[in-house]
């Protein structure tokens, strides 16, 4: 099969026109985060046994940095710090029900933005770009199980 010469450049404009249908759902309500807090907020959603030291690792940051940032979403409410029941000389951060919504309602958002776009497209190309994202996202999961963890570090 041929490759089309622009298709990497296709990708990248159309990653771009996501970004900004995803960022313009979240401008669009005022938020009282920024989006590296966002960021921080999701980590922790998605690794609910999270530490400072932990959720450094995973922004690429310092310690104090990361405790810097959960000091001020605890501060707004979204984060508490726990004892962890099973040593309690580790600290856990911990999504309120605040942050919860927030989460919760930043999605509904986006996914509101990202279907009012596909709406404007025909039916037949909404099928064909569920299967050709499908598949890119199947080669990207391979490349990375042969590069390993280590080499698909993401910074905030």
């Known amino acids: ?3 089309s010469p622009n298709l990497a450049a296709a990708i990248d ?3 771009e026109a996501l970004i900004g249908v995803l960022d313009s759902a979240t401008s669009r ?4 985060v ?4 966002l960021r921080v907020l999701s980590l922790i959603m998605a690794h609910p046994d ?3 030291n932990r959720l450094a690792e995973l922004l690429d940051v310092v310690p104090s940095s990361a405790s810097r940032l959960c000091d001020r979403l605890e501060a707004v409410g979204l984060v508490r710090r ?11 951060l911990v999504p309120t029900g605040a942050a919860e919504t927030l989460l919760r309602d ?11 776009v596909l709406d404007r497209m025909p039916n037949r190309v909404q099928h064909e770009l569920l299967l050709a994202l499908l598949a890119f996202s199947q080669a990207a999961s391979l490349g990375a199980q042969q590069t390993g ?3 698909t570090a993401r910074t905030a």
Do not use: F, G, I, Y
């Open 1 to 3: 099969m041929e490759r």
């Open 13 to 15: 404009a159309a990653a």
């Open 29 to 32: 309500h005022a938020l009282s």
């Open 34 to 37: 920024s989006p590296t807090q």
């Open 50 to 52: 999270t530490n400072v």
């Open 82 to 92: 726990a004892a962890d029941p099973r040593d309690r000389r580790e600290v856990r």
């Open 106 to 116: 930043l999605k509904a958002r986006r996914h509101q933005a990202v279907q009012a």
């Open 149 to 151: 963890p280590d080499s």
